[in-house]
């Protein structure tokens, strides 16, 4: 049950990532960088308050790295 739902977690942020790859490119072109709201101005209020989220989402997931560890040792 849990490597389900962990290769269902993995996808649906696989599939999220892609999208905005793709969105990223096709608003920025060449000058995409690799983190897509790097692209916007540092004052932009709604950017910023995504960059929090990009921050908060980054701290939440890092233990996920030790739920695949741990069930590579069982």
Known sequence: HEEKS????????TIFS???AVV???AFGEETQGNI?????EDD?????ARL???ITMFLTFPFAFV????SIN
Do not use: D, T
């Open 37 to 41: 709201l790097n692209n916007f101005p």
């Open 68 to 71: 695949v560890v741990r069930l």
């Open 45 to 49: 209020l709604p950017i910023n308050i």
């Open 24 to 26: 990223g490119y096709c």
């Open 6 to 13: 962990l290769y269902l977690g993995v996808s649906i942020a």
């Open 53 to 55: 989220f990009l921050a």
């Open 18 to 20: 892609l999208s905005f």
